[in-house]
């Protein structure tokens, strides 16, 4: 007597007609902790399939799997006119941090000014420096002709940032107008020292008093995407002790 316990229970196939919502498990990638996908398999006539019923981005229809979401979508041919569909869903990964060693660029600032009238005049010297700053004319409000002397250094050095990974997640509709806005668009800014506008001189070495409860500003984003409708951002951030 032909098993009939494995077949679809629909007969006709009327639409898709689930054959098992869990299929397999997996990490996407190692190196991403969480990085979870569920693969469903199901069964429907080759001659009403459409790959765009199902849109990128939609949600798993089995309770307690609605966190995950369409990414990928493959087919079989099994005979009989039929299609066995695979469908793969990711779940957006849960924050999480690394480290990484990048090349920080800094610029230190010294000037003397001059005070007093007649035959007095008395000179200060002040010191500034600023980390993730290419030149002093990126500092915004900062007037340089205040000094009558100056000088300058620039340069860079490498450092051990700490890389904070974010995902979310963003409906078909606005990837496809672009109105897309998984994350807030920012851009990193300079950190300025402490004892800017102290006295001192270029040769004064500047601590930045990083550590991992009091970061520095974001020094770098980068974002894209992650599979199907989820995207990632990534913040960089100093947090140990940075000296110029």
Not at 82 to 109: D, G, H
Request: glycine share 8%; net charge negative; with cysteine.
């Amino acid at each position: 007597m032909a098993r009939t316990d494995d077949m679809p229970s629909a007969t006709p196939l009327t639409g898709r007609v689930q054959l098992d919502a869990n299929a397999s498990y997996f990490l996407i990638s190692p190196d991403i902790p969480e990085s979870y996908a569920v693969v469903e398999k199901e069964v429907q006539n080759k001659s009403a399939y459409d790959p765009n019923s199902v849109k990128i981005g939609t949600p798993h229809p089995t309770t307690g799997l609605s966190a995950y979401l369409k990414y990928e979508e493959t087919v079989n041919d099994i005979g009989n006119g039929l299609f066995e569909i695979s469908t793969k869903y990711a779940k957006p990964p849960s924050t999480w941090y690394s480290f990484e060693a990048m090349q920080i660029p800094f610029t230190k600032f010294s000037g003397t000014t001059v005070t007093g009238s007649g035959n007095i005049v008395i000179r200060s010297s002040f010191k500034f420096g600023w980390l993730n700053l290419q030149g002093i004319q990126d500092v915004r409000d900062f007037n340089e002709s205040n000094y009558v002397t100056s000088e300058t250094k620039q340069g860079s050095i490498n450092c051990v940032v700490r890389v904070k990974h974010e995902y979310k997640a963003s409906d078909f509709t606005s990837i496809k107008n672009g109105t897309l806005t998984p994350f807030t668009i920012q851009t990193a800014g300079y950190e300025a020292n402490l004892q800017n506008g102290t006295s001192g001189n270029i040769e004064d070495e500047l601590s930045f008093p990083f550590t991992t409860g009091t970061p520095s500003k974001p020094i770098k984003y980068e974002s894209g995407k992650y599979h199907g409708s989820i995207y990632f951002q990534k913040t960089f951030e100093i947090v140990s002790t940075f000296k110029i």
